[in-house]
């Protein structure tokens, strides 16, 4: 019987391994689909469906997301779309953390909750929604609450940690457990018709410093709530960041802080 | 002595975008907050012509004077 290798190497089409070719492969050489996809791309290969990403991402970077490891702290709002297009990038290793379950107010803007999984886990929608997207993701969901106590152990592992949670103290308390274990973080919240993004590397201290007069749970979100529209604008901001952090490429926000409001279509960039 | 104030997101609200306004020496943060009936509690971030500040920050004739809320949702 021939190699993976050679089974790969003879059914690339343009460089491309179609999304059956891959299932076979899965079926017939007794291997999970994220070992198929890291032998695909070791071959400079690329599965077909990233050929959208071909032009902006080459091979080389495309392995080098499959071999990210990204943990979302929050499945909400923020959090349902970081995970969606993490998996959807192809990003090989999704960690998300959220002790809540779908509610009937999450449905004006959390991309996983439905009529139907109102009551449900969200870390557990959200893996089953990375599946039926992508099965080369492997995806760790994580119901329980994130603290100071606990997270060290669920982040330790990661490069880069996104900021999806609705509470300030609990933000300080992730942006600490960064510093500890040395990771990126990347921030990101959302009120009402604003929002804002910063990207904070160990030693930095930003979170700290755009958090540092703040007392309260909540923010401005507190009154104004959260707008379908602004969600996935500040969520996306942070998966570009994610993605130019794994690839160590491009310009990030670090040390920076991009507010947004979409009101009066005004950005704005502060640097600490 | 003339101040320049740019408020952000919801601080706009019933209030202005940016206005310059004449102050008395020695003016601080704190005063121009309590002037506009701004907590300092809504003045999560203060940037006093792009550095960091606090309530307690003097200002000087020319300064511009940054205010952002805290934003916290997820």
């Known amino acids: 019987m021939e190699s ?22 899965v079926q017939n050489f007794g291997l999970t689909f994220s070992a198929v996809e890291e032998a695909i791309l070791s071959l400079n290969l690329l599965p077909a469906r990233y050929q959208r990403n071909q032009r902006s991402l080459s091979c080389r970077q495309q392995l080098s997301l499959f071999r990210g490891k990204v943990a979302v702290i929050g499945c909400g709002g923020l ?18 953390v959220d002790h809540d379950t779908f509610e009937e107010h999450n449905l004006n803007r959390q991309l996983f909750s439905k009529v139907d999984n109102l009551g449900q886990p ?32 669920l982040i330790e592992k990661v490069d880069v940690v996104a900021d999806a949670l609705d509470s300030i103290p609990r933000r300080l308390e992730l942006a600490e457990v960064c510093e500890k274990c040395d990771i990126p973080l990347v921030h990101g919240s959302v009120g009402g018709w ?9 030693g930095e201290y930003t979170l700290q410093k755009i958090y540092s007069r703040c007392s309260g749970e909540g923010g401005i979100e507190k009154d104004l709530g959260n707008l379908s529209f602004v969600v996935p604008i500040i969520a996306s901001i942070e998966v570009a960041e994610i993605v130019k952090i794994l690839l160590g490429e ?21 640097t600490f | 002595m003339k101040v320049t104030v740019k408020l952000f997101a919801s601080l706009r609200k019933d209030r202005f975008a940016v206005d310059d306004f ?53």
């Open chain 1, 250 to 270: 491009g310009s990030t926000l670090r040390g920076k802080m991009l507010s947004l409001n979409l009101l009066d279509m005004e950005f704005t960039e502060i």
């Open chain 1, 79 to 96: 959090g349902g779309y970081i995970v969606e297009e993490l998996a959807r990038l192809g990003v090989g290793h999704i960690t998300v």
């Open chain 1, 4 to 25: 993976l290798k050679e089974y790969l190497l003879d059914r690339a089409e343009n460089g491309l391994i179609p999304l059956s070719i891959q299932t076979w492969a």
């Open chain 1, 194 to 202: 604003y929002g804002q993004v910063a990207t904070q590397f160990p």
């Open chain 1, 122 to 153: 969200k870390v557990a929608v959200a893996a089953g929604r990375v599946k039926e997207i992508n099965p080369a993701v492997t995806i760790e969901a994580v119901q329980n609450a994130f603290t100071g106590s606990n997270g060290r152990g």
């Open chain 2, 22 to 74: 004449d102050y008395q020496e020695g003016v601080t943060v704190g005063h121009i907050l309590a002037s506009l009936n701004i907590s300092e509690e809504e003045a999560a971030i203060i940037f006093i012509n792009a550095r960091h500040g606090g309530p307690d920050s003097p200002l000087k004739e020319g300064d511009l004077l940054a205010i952002f809320p805290p934003v916290g949702g997820g």
